[in-house]
């Protein structure tokens, strides 16, 4: 079986870690995300961890989420949480919703993105993304160690970060394509939350 980093092994250690790589605003992260649900149904994509999950519970949203690591979603499963085991690069279609998200993840589909914009867009009207545009891979000492950590997904290391300038002229070439509207909400930390409409 190929592996994932460690950093993936263990929902509790990818929290730690991930807290180190948002200056302890790793949980305050998701505010900005979940401010922007629309809706009663949520389709999030390589959740990770289930924080939008507990917040859709909260807030009586139907969410479903899908994820390649079986830890994170067993977690997520045994939290009640209606989770999927599966490498969404095998779904033709995701399931529909009011709104799809996607946080920390869309560099792994770089070399994809046409086909996973397609699919995003028929899952719902409304799309967050929510992207690392700083790489903090090349950072010295602990925070650079974690973010190479953070980097290999079933024994792939994946190199490739966007920054503001890749993201945005990226999604300009998409909307083109795909007839799509978006707009920067806000950057947190490292990350750029946009939000996508038709
Ligand atoms: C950097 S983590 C981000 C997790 C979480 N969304 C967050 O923002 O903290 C990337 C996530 O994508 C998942 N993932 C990577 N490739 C995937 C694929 N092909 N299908 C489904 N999930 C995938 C990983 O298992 C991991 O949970």
New binding site residues.
């Given amino acids: 079986m190929s592996k994932?980093s460690l950093i993936?092994n263990n929902i509790f250690v990818y929290r730690l870690l991930?807290n180190l790589l948002y200056k302890g605003n790793y949980k305050r992260r998701f505010a900005g995300i979940c401010k922007l649900i629309f809706g009663t149904k949520v389709t999030e994509?390589?959740?990770?961890?289930i924080i939008i999950a507990e917040y859709c519970k909260t807030n009586k949203i139907d969410w479903k989420g899908?994820?390649?690591?079986e830890k994170?979603t067993s977690q997520a499963i045994k939290k009640g949480h209606n989770a999927e085991l599966?490498?969404?690069?095998r779904l033709e279609k995701f399931p529909k919703a009011d709104t799809c998200i996607m946080?920390?993840?869309l560099y792994?589909f770089n070399g994809s993105l046409e086909n996973l914009f397609s699919r995003l867009l028929e899952c719902a009207p409304r799309i967050i993304i929510?992207e690392p545009i700083i790489n903090l891979s090349n950072s010295k000492g602990i925070i650079g160690k974690i973010a190479k950590l953070?980097a290999t997904?079933?024994g792939q290391k994946q190199n490739f970060r966007f920054t503001k300038e890749t993201l945005l002229e990226t999604l300009s070439n998409l909307s083109a394509k795909f007839n799509f509207k978006f707009q920067i909400i806000e950057q947190f930390e490292k990350d750029l939350i946009i939000l996508i409409t038709r």
């Fill in positions: 994932n993936y991930m994509l390589c959740f990770g961890d899908i994820d390649i690591n994170f599966n490498d969404i690069n946080c920390g993840s792994h929510s953070s997904v079933k």
